[in-house]
């Protein structure tokens, strides 16, 4: 088995691409970069050298992953999503070395028009409501909006929004997985 690509994107030589991938209309994979098995590339995507995406992540149209960006297996990015990779950009300043890393943990979903301002990672199963701007860490399992984005709760790995009893526990109403409340965060039990 191989990936597949329209025949408009372009692929660069040297990137690694998984088994069962579907890069879609207008989408650029650079070189070095490594793409997982059963990845969906949606149309007008942008993949910098460097980056990295697990297995089953689903990149909706117009999204950049600029060098830096690491997503975990499962992530999900909605459509026109924005990562950056300098925190101090400036046209007539190289900051090629510069970098910052952002990584995105297993199972996240982040919203259309989201921005995620580098170097603040996103928790596994972490949920970005659409045009939130991350400029922080994300906890696991949290559910942030806003600009700044600042959290509003917490969702399971469904997608659902948590509600704890007194007790501090709460049970997906999809999945019938059961989450906990501790003073480090959300985990599930």
């Known amino acids: 088995m ?3 690509a329209h025949p408009t994107a372009v692929i ?13 209309h207008f989408s650029h994979i650079m070189s070095g ?14 993949i910098s ?3 990295v995406l697990g297995s089953n992540v689903k990149i909706q149209n117009n999204v950049s992953l600029y060098t830096g960006v690491v ?24 900051r090629r070395g510069q ?15 989201a921005t995620i301002v580098c170097g603040h990672d996103i928790g596994k199963f972490a949920f970005i409501g659409a045009g939130a701007v991350v400029t922080k860490h994300v906890p696991d399992y949290a ?3 806003g600009n700044p984005a600042r ?15 007194t007790e501090g526990k709460a049970t997906c109403p999809e999945s019938g997985h059961q989450f906990l409340i501790t003073p480090k965060g959300v985990i599930r039990n």
């Open 99 to 113: 970098y910052a890393q952002t990584k995105v943990g297993q199972g996240a979903s982040i919203g259309a028009n």
């Open 12 to 24: 660069d030589e040297g990137c690694q691409i998984g088994d069962g991938t579907k890069i879609w």
């Open 71 to 94: 997503c975990e297996d499962d992530v999900f990015l909605g459509p026109s999503c924005v990562f950056t990779n300098v925190v101090n950009p400036r046209s007539a300043v190289n």
């Open 151 to 165: 959290q509003i709760g917490w969702m399971s790995e469904y997608g659902h929004r948590l509600e704890f009893d």
């Open 33 to 46: 970069c490594r793409i997982g098995n059963n990845c969906n590339i949606g149309q007008n995507v942008v």
């Open 2 to 4: 191989a990936y597949s």
């Open 143 to 145: 559910l942030v909006v």
């Open 49 to 51: 050298p460097e980056v």
